[in-house]
């Protein structure tokens, strides 16, 4: 790469606009360079090197650019990614806009924001935590809306901040949602699967599951991942990565085992479960949990 494409890359987060490239290029040159996969285009003329990581910043970089904006914030889905607490990959950019727009790529959105509910994270203008969160719970879908509120809590963001902003958000589309689901976020939980498997627990009736359940066995300390503890019920998010391969069995089985010994009888959940057959695990347990009442 020549040098002065190099020098505004290196200024922006490793986005360079067709306009700066041909001080220094042809367009035929520039061309070819998209051509054989060197260079990928992120918006409408802005690029960015094909081993060059799309990262939030990198791509709300490439839209300010695009837009020819001097400031644009990040928002919804993709300064939840910022903030550290995206639950959903390979989305479009969100930005906040004066007019709404939408591609498959980009998403700008025409919402009203404060001086103080924006921030800056390394370097890139952003809505703050607890304004990203609401922003978020209020309009993905349940299961994804509570997995987002429960890693915000784990990044560090009180129930009180989502209260306070829910609060400012009186009126928008999906706040309902967010209020019943701040009230069901629970800081314990620690993945996004174990968080849509909750989910499902609680809307199929059942006592909300305890998250994250510590057992002292006589071979030492077990977790579940979610259960009743009172009844010794407890559910296993069946995660195909954690769960498969040659270790899975002699790792998980022993464990089983004691858990067992101890009067704890365990169901599981696949992620085919948790998003079309929900009843495949909630049935069995509401029944184990009505036994002996």
């Known amino acids: 790469m020549r040098l002065g494409v190099e020098q505004v890359r290196n200024k922006q987060f490793g986005v360079f606009t067709a306009r700066q490239v041909l001080r220094e290029y042809t367009r035929a040159e520039l061309r070819a360079r998209v051509d054989r996969g060197e260079w990928v285009r992120v918006f409408h003329g ?3 090197e094909a081993t060059t990581s799309p990262s939030p910043e990198l791509r709300v970089e490439a839209a300010r650019l695009s837009m ?5 914030a990040a928002a919804y889905n993709t ?4 903030h550290g607490f995206a639950v959903l990959a390979d989305q479009p950019t969100d930005v906040l806009g004066i007019q709404a727009a939408r591609s498959h790529r980009l998403v700008v959105h025409r919402d009203r924001v404060d001086v103080e509910e924006l921030e800056l994270i390394r370097g890139t203008l952003t809505t703050n ?5 609401v922003d978020v719970a209020r309009t993905l879908t349940r299961l994804d809306a509570l997995a987002t509120l429960d890693a915000a809590l784990r990044a560090g963001v009180s129930s009180t901040a989502l209260t306070a902003e829910l609060e400012k958000q009186a ?7 967010a209020a019943q689901l701040i009230g069901l976020a629970d800081v314990r939980a620690e993945s996004p699967m174990e968080w849509r498997t909750r989910l499902r627990c609680i809307d199929a009736g059942l006592p909300p599951p305890e998250p994250q359940i510590e057992v002292q066995t006589r071979n030492g300390l077990r977790r579940i991942d979610l259960g009743w503890r009172r009844r010794r019920i407890g559910l296993e998010y069946d995660s195909t990565v954690w769960h498969s391969g040659e270790t899975a069995a002699l790792r998980d089985n022993p464990r089983h085992n004691w858990l067992s010994t101890e ?9 085919a479960d948790v998003y079309h057959h929900p009843h495949h695990f909630t049935t069995p347990i509401r029944h184990a949990l009505g036994r002996g009442q």
């Open 46 to 48: 802005v690029y960015r």
């Open 68 to 72: 020819g904006l001097t400031l644009l």
């Open 79 to 82: 300064a939840a990614e910022l």
């Open 129 to 133: 935590a607890a304004r990203t969160a």
């Open 171 to 177: 009126g928008r589309r999906g706040r309902r949602q």
């Open 263 to 271: 009067g704890w009888t365990l169901y599981y959940a696949t992620a």
